[in-house]
């Protein structure tokens, strides 16, 4: 088991510009959350995933987007790049009915 | 790599000691809560977890403690080896769909 994978690893980006950060849940897990890490702090929920709809969403602009397709991989887009959002972006899945969610190893964006 | 412990408060402990790192949640109806290691350039990995109806919990080397009443939350490593440097966060998930709030993190030093 491959464990959640993420790509790419590192991304630069220059502001305005639109970035698609992928990730690929565990084996067996269906729900995807997806969570930005800013340097020296902790990861803040941006969104989830579940049978291919947003489930829940936290305090982050609709500039951030996302997707899941039928096999429970998902996407985040991030259009309109601002250097605040350079960041480690962190996918991490769970299964519906349990608790316990597995990370990533994250995408380091940075906005130039 | 990434540099997750910037900025954090840091704990700095003797190899062979005991190390004790504490979290203050902010949701009285979290029920669940995870502690969590993240190493430089990796994503957050699993080490425990406690429900609300426990106070306590323990897995190889750590235990946590859970006292709802000042919604505090402890997590203790035993013999700390140089292997348990890294930031740790505690996380609560106060609703369905297993979306986590994560507190601050604290860096631990173990020194040889």
């Known amino acids: 088991d491959a464990g959640v994978t993420q790509s790419p690893t590192h991304l630069i980006k220059t502001r305005g510009q639109q970035v698609t950060l992928r990730c690929s849940p565990k084996?067996?897990?269906?729900?995807v959350s997806w969570y930005q890490q800013a340097l020296g702090q902790g990861p803040q929920f941006i969104f989830q995933?579940?049978?291919?709809?947003?489930?829940q969403r936290g305090n982050f602009p609709d500039r951030f987007s996302g997707h899941q397709f039928p096999n429970y991989s998902s996407e985040l887009n991030v259009n309109a790049l601002l250097l605040g959002d350079s960041a480690l972006y962190l996918c991490?899945?769970?299964?519906?009915?349990?608790?316990?969610?597995?990370f990533g190893q994250g995408t380091r964006l940075t906005v130039v | 790599g990434e540099n997750v412990g910037l900025h954090l408060p840091t704990l700095s402990v003797q190899e062979g000691d005991n190390s004790i790192i504490n979290c203050a949640y902010s949701n009285s109806a979290s029920d669940y809560f995870i502690w969590y290691k993240q190493e430089s350039g990796k994503g957050p990995q699993f080490i425990i977890d406690i429900r609300s109806n426990m106070d306590k919990r323990q897995g190889q080397r750590v235990t946590v403690l859970l006292n709802k009443t000042v919604k505090h939350l402890s997590l203790q490593i035993a013999a700390t080896q140089p292997g348990d440097s890294a930031v740790y966060f505690c996380a609560e998930n106060g609703g369905a769909g297993n979306k986590l709030t994560f507190g601050g993190g604290t860096r631990v030093l173990v020194k040889p």
């Open positions: 084996s067996g897990h269906d729900t």
């Open positions: 995933y579940y049978e291919e709809e947003e489930r």
């Open positions: 991490a899945s769970s299964p519906d009915s349990g608790t316990e969610a597995f």
